[in-house]
């Protein structure tokens, strides 16, 4: 059974950072392409990054390049986001995703989220 499930969101200064992990288990990690997907409150889903599997092509929205960094470790089949300079409008539920390559629409499995909120 496919599980994903994410950690490390919380309460953040606009400015700050915050790391978050997705724990991976259920398939082959290593094999599929990995994203994150955000939420924000009353907001459609955004899609946010991909990372795959069989080259090191990491891709991001235009909202976040240059601040959020998409990373893999195989070995412990975790999934990271690390994310800087955060800003009010990164405000969101944040899901880990199997699959996802470039758009939320191509998901094939979720995470049962993890909240972020930036604010002073």
């Known amino acids: 059974q496919v599980q994903l499930v994410e950690s490390g969101g919380g309460l953040v200064q606009p400015g700050g950072s915050l790391r978050l992990s997705c724990a991976a288990s259920?398939?082959?990690?290593?094999?599929?392409?990995m994203s994150w997907v955000r939420q924000a409150p009353g907001k459609e889903l955004e899609w946010v990054s991909s990372i795959y599997s069989s080259t090191v092509s990491t891709i991001y929205a235009d909202s976040v390049k240059g601040r959020f960094t998409i990373s893999r470790d195989n070995a412990k089949n975790t999934l990271y986001l690390q994310m800087n300079s955060l800003k009010p409008e990164d405000t969101a539920v944040y899901y880990c995703?199997?699959?996802?390559?470039?758009?939320?629409?191509?998901?094939?499995?979720w995470g049962q989220g993890t909240q972020v909120t930036v604010s002073s």
């Open positions: 995703a199997k699959g996802g390559r470039g758009s939320w629409r191509a998901v094939g499995s």
């Open positions: 259920g398939f082959t990690f290593s094999s599929d392409s």
